[in-house]
């Protein structure tokens, strides 16, 4: 069994490998050639910590994966990165390990990063205008990233409940991307008239309210990836011309669907069709001035397929399974 470290993961899978990995997997669960169970979420609550187990299978793939990711909100009072994680790799021919990427939570942050590239693209226009950044942590500079090699901007802006973290936020990209970055004075002057707005962060209780996003306006809720976590108001969802979900049977169990469905605005059949779906033109993509929402609560088709990109970036040749 190999065993990678994050630096040569870091050097061999980038922005490209990872967005076309993350398609590649919406295109298996739009065509149904994904094993993938509920994902698993522990809880360490004397420290506020979570942790988000995630696995699947894609159809003919040589390997299979199983992710395990952490979240613990605290660290940084010990001067620790938040999030850390690694993923096994195993032949699916035999079920013997063939890989341990020890990643610190890299593959998970590039590939939840790609999920929104690939919504963007999928569900907004060139240009852009305003972009609305809601969150200023490690996966709102990974969202801002993707998104630039998907879309051009005007403007894109960021707020986070810490401004002077913000404004680190703000300064960082505004330095790697080469554009116009600015820091946002609240969550309401950042999100009304942005054409993409991307929630990514840790919340309990909504931010985006009803009534914020403008007419034609999409936006990408990334940070609820577990039922207590809500970072929109269910009426915005009721409002929308179009929910996406990243796959409805996760979504109606946690994520904003599951929010808007738990206060009774919202069922599973108003959502218009899974990010998979899209990929494959089996549902419509945006039409017109509508105002769409899409919910990513991270799946596991996306860990099995970087884990399996960063398995034939590293070591597939040393250990290919027979």
Same mark, same amino acid.
């Given at each position: ?7 040569? %993961? ?9 967005? &076309? ?12 050639? @994904?094993?993938? =169970? =509920? ?9 506020? !910590?979570?942790?988000?187990? $995630? ?6 793939? *040589?390997? #299979? ?24 790799? #195993?032949?699916?021919?035999?079920? #013997? ?24 693209? %999928?569900?907004?226009?060139? *240009? ?6 809601? !969150? ?19 403007? %894109? ?16 990209? $505004?330095?790697?991307?080469?554009? =116009?970055?600015? %820091? ?8 009304? +008239? ?15 309210? +009803?009534?914020?996003?403008?007419? !034609? ?7 609820? &990836?577990? *039922?207590? $976590? ?9 409002? /929308?011309? $179009? ?8 979504? @109606? ?12 605005? #919202? ?31 991270? @799946? !596991? /088709?996306? &860990? ?12 597939? +040749?040393?250990?290919? =399974?027979?």
């Amino acid at each position: 069994m190999q065993i990678i470290d994050e630096a040569t %993961l870091r050097q061999h899978v980038g922005r490209s490998v990872a967005l &076309d990995a993350v398609e590649s997997a919406f295109r298996a669960l739009g065509e149904d050639r @994904v094993t993938q =169970p =509920p994902p698993m979420g522990l809880d360490i609550e004397p420290v506020g !910590g979570e942790v988000h187990v $995630k696995s699947a299978y894609l159809s003919g793939a *040589p390997v #299979f994966a199983v992710k395990i990711a952490s979240g613990f909100y605290a660290n940084g009072e010990r001067g620790l990165p938040s999030g850390s994680g690694l993923m096994m790799v #195993f032949d699916a021919t035999t079920g #013997f390990p063939l890989a341990l990427l020890l990643d610190n939570g890299y593959l998970t942050d590039l590939r939840t990063a790609a999920a929104g590239a690939l919504a963007t693209r %999928l569900l907004t226009n060139e *240009p852009l205008g305003k972009v609305a950044i809601i !969150g200023s942590g490690l996966q709102a500079r990974y969202q801002s990233r993707a998104i630039a090699g998907v879309r051009s901007w005007r403007q %894109l802006v960021v707020w986070g409940r810490n401004q002077e973290r913000a404004q680190q936020c703000v300064q960082e990209l $505004k330095s790697e991307l080469n554009r =116009p970055v600015e %820091l946002s004075e609240s969550a309401e002057a950042a999100v009304r +008239d942005a054409d993409l707005i991307v929630t990514v962060t840790a919340s309990r209780e909504p931010i985006i309210q +009803d009534g914020w996003m403008a007419s !034609g306006a999409t936006l990408i809720a990334v940070g609820s &990836d577990g *039922p207590e $976590k809500q970072e929109v108001a269910p009426r915005v969802l009721q409002r /929308a011309d $179009k929910v996406i979900a990243d796959r409805t049977a996760q979504c @109606v169990q946690l994520g904003e669907i599951h929010h808007a469905i738990t206060a009774g605005v #919202f069922t599973s059949h108003h959502i218009h069709g899974e990010l998979g779906q899209l990929v494959t033109g089996a549902v419509t993509r945006r039409e017109g001035h509508e105002r769409i929402v899409c919910d990513l609560t991270g @799946v !596991g /088709a996306q &860990d099995a397929a970087i884990a399996e990109a960063a398995w034939r970036a590293t070591c597939a +040749d040393a250990s290919s =399974p027979a």
